[in-house]
């Protein structure tokens, strides 16, 4: 990256729970978010991906690392010191159902983000509502209604238009699509294109479905039990994976060609749990290639190429089965 | 929409024949209560020693009490302090346990102290508790109220935390937050809005239970004093005549009993109508 990062994060941790029940949701995480980049975070449930996107936004407090937004560090920054990461961050969630408090009209629920920083009051008010929900595709008449006169495409809409109310400059995106049904997917993922260009906006985008997040990212990181396994661009993760771990997630990754050879299910077994983690490298207890040397040394991440790298004591770029275990 | 969301509201409710029922002999009492004045036939505390202890009849449809007092003047005046004293203590309750409740779920430094306090209070039985208050404050309405609403303001923080409990982690909450909406509009806004329905429905119990209650300490001496016409001094003073004169105790009675059992009619409507999994079902 030539730019300085929007977003820089440094060895972020979050451990929940005291000793001896601590659970280590995310360890050491580093990566860095260009103005108008926008990277992934894909992994499996448990992975610690939504805790690092509200660990970005101070929604929760982290154990240890530094957050750099726009330079400052703002991982230990009180409350009211936050002005300007509330001003340039935001969040899309991924229950368009819980993210819209009920009891609220839509001018509210969006005219609050405008309160919160003083951005439009009185007539310009509601004229800047409506031009937001236009922004989304939706009408400014629909200002007056509750949320549960909408779809859940529509609602999802409408987070997105209170995320843009503050022009942000980032936005975490914690699994948008998920929980919507396939068609009304595609939409909001088209929307989300859209105005990722119009705004210049930099993205978190979480996901668990590599598909989409190979389509709306520029680059991706691979998290597994709270740990990057793999990061680098777009092409480098599903072209050429280095790490077992996110050829794995590849392979298991449903082909829209039914004539595709199936790859045999390299993946078997849960995620262990992140309260006893497995020693050296976190994914030894279900990587087809492990040795002795995984249970004892946690690889480091290593370059493969440019931005490219990966956390795994062998290569496993060629295109060959990995030594079988 | 033709129709306004509370007219909706109240015509789903009342498709439960009971629940209307109860909303309307609850509407009559407190109307009567209201304007006693005009409505009952003769002074609550007029005596006339000439007709003490009359069966119901054309003079008196309720009979008359050990002084000659109409029963039927006194049940109407005796539901202004009964209800008044239910309606204050689910007033000062709802206050003052809503506050506590909100902070206790959303601070969750101050819970653990809160939630002692509220559980050493809940571990006396009610009546005990009221009667030792009043016992210590001195036997007055206000003091009524007071000890009424110490033994009943722990119900509404348990129901008001449990919520907050639950609505602080939900999205629409984190959302406010990463827009740095102050705290106070968190809580007063998105937090407050969200437990007005279970804190309606534990007002309607509560205010039964006052109104039991006061009924209670009134007939153990340890409530309003005597003079005052409750449904609870009623039964009180009529109890040495109740073998020979069942009118004195029975009408008070079933006074209370049917203001009671209508607040808790309408607060289980209001239970079903509220919670979103009983309403599809209605």
Redesign the interface.
Known sequence: MSAAPLLAVEGLTKHFGRTPHIVRAVEDVSFDIAPGEVLGLVGESGSGKSTIG?LI?R?IDSTAGAIRFDGQDISRLPERQ??VL??N???I???PY???????RVREIIG??L???RLASGARRNERIGELLETVGLQATHMSRFPHEFSGGQRQRI?IA?AL??EPKLIVADEPVSALDVSVQAQVINLMQDLRQRFGLAMLFISHDLDVVELMCDRIAVLYLGRVMEIGSSDDISQRPRHPYTRALLAASPKADPDAPKIRRMLTGDIPSPMAPPSGCVFRTRCPAATDECARVVPKLRSASGGHRFACHYDTAHDEEPAAA | MVHSPAILFFRRMFRRKLVFAAFVILSVIMLMALVAPWVAPYEPTSIKIIRRLRPPGELNWLGTDEFGRDILSRIIYGARASLGIGFAVVLVSMTVGTLFGLLAGYFRSLDGLVMRVVDATMALPDILLAIFLVAVLGASAFNVVLALSIVYTPRVIRVVRASTLVLRE???V?????????TR?ILS??IL??VASPVLVQATFIFAYAVLAEAGLSFLGAGVPPEVPTWGTMIASGQQYADSAFWVVLFPGLAIVLAALSLQVVGDGLRDMLDPKLRKTL
């Open positions: 509200r936004l929604l936050l002005k509330r001003r961050a935001q969040m969630f991924q229950d819980a993210s819209l408090n009920p009891r609220l609050e983000a309160d919160a920083h987070g209170r109310a503050v | 939900l999205p629409f984190e959302a406010a937050r990463a827009l740095g909406v102050s509009r806004v998105h809005l969200n």
